[in-house]
Structures are given as C-alpha cells and as structure tokens.
C-alpha cells in the first residue's frame, strides 16, 4: 500500500508525526507532500526536526496569497505529482487549503482520500477552513473521525457509511511529548504565574479595532502573558499600528511543538483563538479561554475546560485569573482516545484499500 500525505501546516505536521510513525513500523510507502503554506522556519522545520518526521519527498514552495491563488497554485502543484505517484490512498489532514487542494486534485484523478479529523464542525461559515472541512469531508472516501460528535456530525450530513471513528492522532503526539517533558524536567520554573497565548485569526486580527481592545485586554491581565506571536498578528499588528508589548504581555516566537508542551504545563492558563491549542491545553489539564463564539471541540467545554469569550471587555472576568491554581473539574474522560489513534488510521487504511 502507498499512501501519500499532504501537509502545509504548523497543525498538520504535529499530526503527521504520529502516522508517520505508525507507517515506518509497516512494509507500506509513505510519501509526504510539503506545500509550502507554512514556510516560515519557527511554522515548519522546527516541526520536521523536533518530531522525527522525515523529510518530505516533495516540497511545493507555493507560500502565501490569497485563498484563491494559494489553492489555485497548490492544484497546479500538485497535479503532476498524484498522476506520477498514483497513490493506493491520498491522506489529508485538518482544514486548511492545502487540505483542499490536494484532496480536489486526487478526487478529479479519481484516487481514493482519506480525511483525517473529519467531521469537525464549527458552524461559523465565515471561517474559511469550515468551507474547507465540508467539502473535503463531502468528496473524499474515507472519513477518520476523532470524536463522537464528529461521527455525529457526519451521520446528520449522510456521510456515516464512509465515517470511522478512530480518535485523535494529536492526543498520541501530544501524550508522547508530555512525558518526555515530564522525565526530562522541562517545564519551566516560575515565581511569577502566567498564561499562554496565541491570536491568528482573521476575525481578531483583520479588524484593527478588535486587534486593539483583545491586545488592550490581554495587557490589563493580572497575570503576566507570554504572547507566542504568530507572523500574521505581527503583520497586522504593524500595520494597523497596535502596539503589542505592553503591560502584562511578553511578546515571543512562536514554540517548537516540545516547548510549546512544556510552556502549556507550566502555565496557569491558555488565551488563544486556535484550534489546537485549545484541544492541548485540555489534554495537558490547563483552563482555556478561548476567543471566539463557537469551537470545533465542543467536548472541551462541556468537560469544564474551556470558556468561550468573544467579548474582550469580558477577558478579564473569567473566575480563573484571580484563582490561578485553582482546579477545573475534575475528570477521567477521553473524548479524544488515549494515544493509540494513528495505529487505527493505519488499520483502517488497510482495511478500505481493497475496496476503493
């Protein structure tokens, strides 16, 4: 079986780490296939390097632009390259367009796709990479579902004879790294309390008065901020001229996968609008505020972890800050898995090849 994944982003490398992983321990072909949507060092290479991924066989370079001419290059790219590879599966990964553009490209070649952390589902149509989610889970073959309320999903849009559910490949990385972590006595000592943050979406940072009072609001914190500055909030920042080192907040680079665990251990809570983030600073038992009005892992409010607060003004409110050891519910529950998801992709792969 040969199976060739296509990545181009910071979330799809944590999680091609794992089924590369599980792959090497096999007599199958793994190819991996580099867009290049994230080519920033601190987005990419530390991932390649920090995560034993191999290197990738093809790299696209395609880099930024529009949704439309970012996709558009990455279907030209990529064209070629199925047609010549002629893959048993194409495996996509997440929501983004290098999600979308290589499982267009396979599913006009009229080869097989497998969508990994199929079924999310945030409801917000003004997310670009829920345009993405939809359409890929709608054409591709094989549907690897991280939760039941994926499956759920899935089955309300007709989609359940194609769905599987297999659990979160990110739960085996990111329990992996945490023990290293842990044994390895890497989380950070402080005197001083902080909270994590990240800030990257469009909706928080393409609006410079959003982007001042989210900033203005993170600096009135009472406890220090350690800012992992995505390239994009630094752009727009720049631009609208919002000053982001300031009061509470410590501006950083963004973390290489190992660190960005450790920081979340050390910390007394997440702020941050992304996706993972969020689904780490759960796993890793830290409270999360997240930024926005829904989220694609619902499970993670309902276990009491997560508080949704698109309301900058309502930051500052959120019981936890003045109680920085205090407990979230405490809970057993593994919504995700338990580390073992990345064997069933590859048992599951196996198991549908003969059938596409």
């Given at each position: 079986m040969k199976v060739l994944s296509v990545v181009g982003a910071r979330p799809q490398f944590v999680k091609l780490a794992p089924i590369a992983a599980a792959l090497a321990g096999t007599s199958h072909e793994h190819v991996i296939v580099h867009t290049g949507q994230?080519?920033?060092?601190?987005?990419?290479?530390?991932?390649?390097?920090?995560?034993?991924?191999?290197?990738?066989?093809?790299?696209?370079?395609?880099?930024?632009?529009?949704?439309?001419?970012?996709t558009g290059a990455m279907l030209t790219a990529l064209d070629p390259i199925l047609e010549a590879q002629q893959?048993?599966?194409?495996?996509?990964?997440?929501d983004t367009n290098s999600?979308?553009?290589?499982?267009?490209?396979?599913?006009?070649?009229?080869?097989?796709v497998a969508h990994l952390e199929a079924g999310l589902r945030s409801f917000n149509r003004r997310m670009p990479e829920e345009h993405n989610r939809v359409v890929t889970d709608h054409a591709a073959d094989l549907l690897l579902a991280p939760s039941?309320?994926?499956?759920?999903?899935l089955e309300r849009e007709g989609l359940v004879a194609r769905t599987r559910l297999v659990g979160d490949v990110m739960v085996d990385v990111c329990f992996r790294v945490r023990d290293q972590v842990l044994e390895a006595d890497e989380v950070p000592a402080s005197?001083?309390?902080?909270l994590l943050a990240t800030m990257h979406r469009p909706d928080n940072t393409d609006d410079p008065r959003r982007l001042e009072d989210l900033v203005s609001a993170l600096a009135e914190l009472p406890l220090s901020v350690?800012?992992?500055?995505?390239?994009?909030?630094?752009?727009?920042?720049?631009?609208?001229?919002?000053?982001?080192?300031?009061?509470?907040?410590?501006?950083?680079?963004?973390?290489?996968?190992?660190?960005l665990v450790a920081a979340v251990l050390g910390s007394s809570g997440v702020?941050?609008?992304?996706?993972?983030?969020?689904?780490?600073a759960f796993l890793l038992r830290r409270p999360c505020t997240t930024l926005r009005t829904e989220t694609?892992?619902?499970?993670?409010?309902?276990?009491?972890?997560?508080?949704?607060?698109?309301?900058?003004?309502?930051?500052?409110?959120?019981?936890?800050?003045?109680?920085?050891?205090?407990?979230?519910?405490?809970?057993?529950?593994?919504?995700?898995?338990?580390?073992?998801?990345?064997?069933?992709?590859?048992r599951e792969l196996e198991s549908h090849v003969a059938l596409t």
């Amino acid at each position: 079986m040969k199976v060739l994944s296509v990545v181009g982003a910071r979330p799809q490398f944590v999680k091609l780490a794992p089924i590369a992983a599980a792959l090497a321990g096999t007599s199958h072909e793994h190819v991996i296939v580099h867009t290049g949507q994230h080519y920033d060092p601190d987005l990419s290479d530390v991932f390649f390097s920090g995560l034993d991924i191999p290197a990738a066989e093809v790299h696209l370079g395609i880099g930024s632009g529009s949704h439309g001419s970012q996709t558009g290059a990455m279907l030209t790219a990529l064209d070629p390259i199925l047609e010549a590879q002629q893959p048993n599966w194409v495996l996509v990964y997440g929501d983004t367009n290098s999600t979308l553009a290589a499982t267009l490209s396979a599913v006009k070649q009229h080869l097989p796709v497998a969508h990994l952390e199929a079924g999310l589902r945030s409801f917000n149509r003004r997310m670009p990479e829920e345009h993405n989610r939809v359409v890929t889970d709608h054409a591709a073959d094989l549907l690897l579902a991280p939760s039941d309320i994926a499956v759920g999903h899935l089955e309300r849009e007709g989609l359940v004879a194609r769905t599987r559910l297999v659990g979160d490949v990110m739960v085996d990385v990111c329990f992996r790294v945490r023990d290293q972590v842990l044994e390895a006595d890497e989380v950070p000592a402080s005197d001083q309390p902080y909270l994590l943050a990240t800030m990257h979406r469009p909706d928080n940072t393409d609006d410079p008065r959003r982007l001042e009072d989210l900033v203005s609001a993170l600096a009135e914190l009472p406890l220090s901020v350690r800012l992992l500055a995505h390239p994009r909030l630094l752009a727009r920042a720049a631009a609208a001229g919002v000053v982001l080192e300031r009061g509470s907040i410590t501006i950083e680079r963004p973390l290489p996968y190992r660190e960005l665990v450790a920081a979340v251990l050390g910390s007394s809570g997440v702020v941050t609008d992304s996706g993972g983030l969020q689904k780490e600073a759960f796993l890793l038992r830290r409270p999360c505020t997240t930024l926005r009005t829904e989220t694609e892992w619902s499970e993670t409010v309902r276990e009491g972890w997560n508080s949704l607060v698109p309301d900058p003004h309502l930051l500052g409110h959120q019981e936890w800050l003045d109680t920085p050891t205090r407990s979230c519910p405490e809970t057993a529950a593994a919504p995700y898995g338990t580390g073992r998801a990345a064997e069933a992709v590859v048992r599951e792969l196996e198991s549908h090849v003969a059938l596409t």
